[in-house]
Nanobody, 125 residues
Framework: QVQLVESGGGLVQPGRSLRLSCAAS????????MGWYRQAPEKERELVAA???????TYADSVKGRFTISRDNAKNTVYLQMNSLKPEDAAVYFC???????????????????WGQGTQVTVSS
């Protein structure tokens, strides 16, 4: 009922920048917290950054000062601006959102934890 579609991944040289986007669509009553996670080969999925509906942000220590998370509530979209990329930032990046699902009558139905399909970020010279 709700889809999260990521875009913006790719291959970039160390020190360069990328901007990821993730748009939520479907039977949405409200989108609460949104965030980005990443998973490198043979590693656990980890939180990169998160943002509440009010704009409060949280970052992993490894990306503080380099990455910026933001959102456009009108578009149900979250962004991740990644600057000064390092080889260790290479991973599949996943969008996550807590979404309040809209019923057929238009009212709140239930809350779901939703994931995107992932977008690959490769940092290499």
């Amino acid at each position: 009922q709700v889809q999260l579609v990521e875009s913006g991944g790719g291959l970039v040289q160390p020190g360069r920048s990328l901007r990821l986007s993730c748009a939520a669509s479907g039977s949405i009553f409200r989108v609460n917290g949104m965030g980005w996670y990443r998973q490198a080969p043979e590693k656990e999925r980890e939180l990169v950054a998160a943002i509440t509906s009010g704009g409060s942000t949280t970052y992993a220590d490894s990306v503080k000062g380099r990455f910026t998370i933001s959102r456009d509530n009108a578009k149900n979209t979250v962004y991740l601006q990644m600057n000064s990329l390092k080889p260790e930032d290479a991973a599949v990046y996943f969008c996550n959102a807590e979404v309040e699902i809209r019923s057929y009558s238009g009212s709140y139905a239930y809350t779901a934890n939703c994931w995107g399909q992932g977008t690959q970020v490769t940092v290499s010279s």
